[in-house]
């Protein structure tokens, strides 16, 4: 299982899971990010967190434990 944390910058991937459960999952939804989207990885924090992805259109940034929760290929 690869994640969203272990993409390195410039690339593009697909969701293809979200894991965790409750309130956790369902802000990372309501950020646009669910089953089937790409993401690009615009950059990472020069301390590595957050990161920095392209989603629908919009720059995002997320926290390491959040990225470690999206399934990706």
């Known amino acids: 299982m690869r994640t969203l944390k ?3 910058i410039g690339e593009t991937v697909r969701v293809v899971k979200l894991h965790g459960e409750g309130a956790l999952k369902r802000r990372v ?3 646009g ?3 089937g989207v790409d993401v690009y ?3 990472v924090a020069p301390l590595g967190d957050p990161i920095e992805i392209s989603v ?3 720059e995002l940034s997320l926290r ?3 990225a470690e929760m999206i399934e990706i290929e």
């Open 6 to 8: 272990e993409t390195k």
């Open 29 to 31: 939804m309501d950020m």
């Open 33 to 35: 990010i669910t089953k």
């Open 41 to 43: 990885v615009r950059k």
């Open 56 to 58: 629908r259109g919009y």
């Open 64 to 66: 390491k434990a959040d």
